[in-house]
């Protein structure tokens, strides 16, 4: 499994009316952290995009444990977890500054070509990629 790791400070317009990190941001954080483990293992959402392919998010699954407020630096967590022949699979934890752990989810991605919208398979130099990191880990 690969991981990586990016903190982010919770800016005073993504707290809810209770002061707690709105829901919906959640889904934001994860693709923050999904966008950097991508960079950390060799390519990046620009580069694919180059090559026609997207990656949209394909199922969510989200488990809130602890509140977070306003200007709390959070730690994202992201975990490349499965890699099937169109998708990818993620877990995400998220941490507080008290590192406890505040929210976690699980997150497909899948490979689908830019111009049609039709589902693809990941590339050949795609999964090699991924794989060598795998292979290190």
Not at 1 to 8: L, N, P, R, V
Not at 36 to 64: A, C, H, T, W, Y
């Amino acid at each position: 499994m690969i991981k990586s790791e990016c903190q982010i400070r919770v800016r005073y317009d993504e707290v809810d009316k209770m002061g707690y990190l709105y829901h919906g941001n959640y889904a934001k954080y994860f693709h923050i952290g999904r966008t950097e483990l991508l960079r950390k293992i060799g390519f990046s959402d620009n580069e694919l995009e180059k090559q026609n392919i997207i990656l949209p998010v394909s199922e969510m699954n989200i488990k809130f444990i602890k509140p977070v407020f306003y200007d709390e630096v959070i730690t994202v967590v992201s975990h490349l977890k499965e890699i099937s022949g169109v998708r990818l699979r993620f877990f995400y934890q998220i941490f507080n500054q008290n590192n406890e752990l505040v929210n976690q989810a699980d997150m497909s991605v899948a490979f689908v070509d830019k111009i049609s919208r039709k589902l693809i398979r990941i590339p050949q130099n795609i999964y090699d990629i991924i794989q060598s990191k795998i292979n290190l880990t």
